[in-house]
């Protein structure tokens, strides 16, 4: 980083904001930059992955089936199945697995070398998939329950009739506000402040190593890269963790929009 009057600047969230590749409109700031060629990338890369891992099956699964198969067991098991529900769980498998390997691999791309930027520490990747996730749950619940829905959404059951004047506008805004907001920016906000953890960790220790003068200078700058090592595999952790919580919500929503009537 750039120094002030040889004092340390630290990175800002203006830094984990690239410059466009190919701009479209220089003066709107629009254009495809290295977060959409990421998460193009990520697409051909998940297709690619489980293409070629089932197109020829064996009894006895090599490495690669192995991978895909578990990695489809986990979230067909332990997220649609468990949360949606033995009845209701297969035709949102599909969804549910796309989504929790979408957001894993773009997640992880921030702790790949030379490309060192989750696509999700931007909110506009992390608000379109909570957008499409919204339309969707709002769409099963529709489908399921007609315009009825929105009362089934905003009335808790149970809940005595001289307190729904209160519940109701609680529950609008719990459920049609809050919910796509905190589930796009719990995503972007780990991501961005995981990214800007990095960025912070390796600029202190170029201006401690290279600026500063002195030992202890540079022994601390070697410790701040050693203490880096850890919080990249903490990061990790949490890249993983975040996909799966994403899924999971989604999991939740679905759910609700389908038995909307039973709670």
Do not use: C
Not at 132 to 151: A, D, E, M, P
Not at 186 to 196: C, K, P, S, V, Y
């Amino acid at each position: 980083m750039a120094s002030n009057e040889g004092g340390f600047v630290p990175p800002t969230v203006s830094d984990t904001h690239l410059p466009d590749i190919f701009p479209w409109f220089a003066e709107y700031g629009t254009g495809v930059g290295k977060q959409m060629i990421m998460i193009v990338l990520s697409i051909i890369l998940i297709t690619w992955f489980f293409t070629a891992a089932i197109r020829n099956p064996k009894l006895v699964p090599g490495k690669m089936q192995y991978l895909a198969e578990s990695g489809y067991a986990f979230v067909r098991n332990g997220i649609s199945r468990d949360i949606i529900g033995e009845k209701n769980f297969r035709p949102w498998t599909p969804l549910l697995f796309a989504t929790f390997f979408f957001i894993l691999l773009n997640n992880l791309f921030g702790a790949i070398p030379f490309l060192q930027l989750p696509s999700f520490s931007h909110a506009g990747s992390a608000y379109a998939m909570a957008i499409i996730i919204y339309g969707t749950w709002i769409g099963v619940g529709l489908k399921n329950h007609g315009l009825r829905y929105f009362k089934l959404a905003v009335t808790p059951a149970g809940v005595p009739g001289w307190i729904l004047p209160l519940m109701i506008p609680l529950e609008i805004i719990s459920n049609f506000i809050v919910r796509p907001l905190t589930h796009s920016l719990r995503l972007m906000a780990t991501m961005l402040a995981g990214h800007i953890i990095v960025m912070l960790a390796a600029s202190g220790a170029r201006y401690l190593i290279t600026v500063q003068e002195g030992l202890a200078y540079s022994g601390l700058g070697v410790a701040v890269i050693l203490g880096s090592v850890a919080m990249y595999f903490l990061e990790l952790l949490i890249m993983a963790l975040q996909a799966f919580v994403f899924a999971l919500l989604t999991a939740i929503y679905v759910q609700g929009a389908i038995e909307a009537d039973a709670h």
